[in-house]
């Protein structure tokens, strides 16, 4: 009788003969499985005993790389059985419950294994994801075999904000880091990360690290506001404002002292004194051609101007203050989140542009 668990015992220990590494992850709970299936194979597997199976398949596959042993171990443990069946008044009824057993365990076997290649493929990568954000990564051919990633000759690294980016066949991704980032071939096609994302330069695999950096500089920038929020953002799209950027301690010691002048007024009269003076050290510096830059009337023009040598004298003139003046401008204007919104009234301290004006043509 199929009632008891005797042919399910037989088969299993004929499988544990053929496979000693793996199959002592077959204890009771799998007999009492087997003894299940074979008893009514339509019916729902409880899930206890089935993981055994599924074990049983991972740990085939990561012995020898696929199921071919465990195949035949089933097979000879049904024929080892068969004599028992025999005994069976329902011996045609019992071998067709026996071959649904078999096929049953062959399954969860295959799903075992699947899974373990997934997850060791996963892990894998997430290895060499890890040694190519090291400054000085070793044995990236080997790590690329494992994980099946073809090593490209030239990579770009990715960072983003936390999200889940889809398409990413051809990229190494680790989006739960405190950092989330990739890293895929600078030939492939950009995966859809669906969040802001900044884009690294084109280096070798080795050089992964810096493209990296880069790529989390620029995503820095961005999210600053430095930067408009376009995605993703490429970082070679803004070498200047990375130029600019580079060291924050440095750009604002440059501005404090080369736009230092410009404290006198309020905030809103600053904006504009500013966007004045950018334009003149830009231009020919006449009055009708800035006018026209700014949207303004010429007059309007030459009374800024005026405010402009009232405040800042001789340094509009003399080339290595230009210099400072232009670069200390163009790095203000690039941060106005930084700013923050002009106001419209009057800061402690602060003088509005036409006062400045009236004081210069006064004094």
């Known amino acids: 009788m199929l009632t008891e668990e005797p042919v399910a015992a037989a088969l299993l220990d004929e499988v544990r003969r053929k496979l ?10 799998a007999t009492r499985f087997l003894a299940f299936v074979l008893r009514a194979a339509t019916e729902t597997p409880v ?39 025999s005994r069976s008044p329902g011996f045609a009824r019992a071998v067709e419950s026996l071959l649904a057993a078999v096929d049953v365990l062959a399954r969860l076997a295959i799903e075992g294994g699947r899974a373990a290649a997934a997850g060791d493929r996963e892990r894998a990568r997430a290895r060499l994801l890890a040694e190519l954000g090291k400054p000085r990564p070793t044995a ?40 989330p980032w990739a890293v895929l071939p600078a030939a492939a096609p950009l995966p859809d990360f669906g969040v802001r ?29 430095v930067l408009p929020d376009v995605r993703p953002v490429r970082w070679d799209d803004h070498l200047t404002t990375h130029w600019l950027f580079a060291d924050d301690v440095l750009r604002t010691a440059l501005e404090t002292r080369s736009l230092a002048p410009l404290e006198v007024l309020t905030r809103t009269a600053r904006d504009r004194a500013a966007e004045t003076l950018l334009a003149f050290l830009t231009t020919s510096g006449s009055a009708p051609e800035i006018a026209g830059i700014l949207g303004v009337h010429p007059q309007t023009a030459r009374n800024r101007l005026r405010t402009l040598n009232a405040l800042f004298g001789d340094q509009l003139h003399e080339p290595d203050a230009r210099f400072d003046l ?36 006064t004094g």
Do not use: M, Q
């Open 20 to 29: 000693p590494e793996s199959a002592w992850r077959l204890d009771r709970g």
């Open 326 to 361: 232009e670069i200390s401008l163009r790095a203000r204007k690039l941060r106005p989140a930084e700013r923050g919104g002009a106001e419209t009234g009057r800061e402690p301290g602060g003088v509005p542009l036409r006062a400045v004006s009236r004081i210069e043509r």
């Open 197 to 225: 994302a900044a884009i690294g330069p084109e280096v070798a695999p080795a050089d992964t690290a810096r493209s990296l950096r880069w790529a989390r500089r620029t995503l820095g920038l961005l999210r600053r506001g």
């Open 47 to 85: 899930p206890l005993g089935a993981d055994a199976f599924r074990a049983l398949g991972a740990a085939e596959f990561r012995a020898v790389g696929d199921l071919d042993r465990l195949h035949s171990a089933l097979t000879a443990g049904a024929r080892r059985v068969l004599p028992l069946l």
């Open 140 to 179: 990236l051919d080997a790590l690329a075999r494992e994980a099946g990633w073809a090593l490209p000759d030239t990579v770009v690294a990715v960072a983003f904000d936390a999200g889940e980016p889809r398409n990413t066949e051809d990229a190494l991704c680790d989006s739960r880091a405190p950092e």
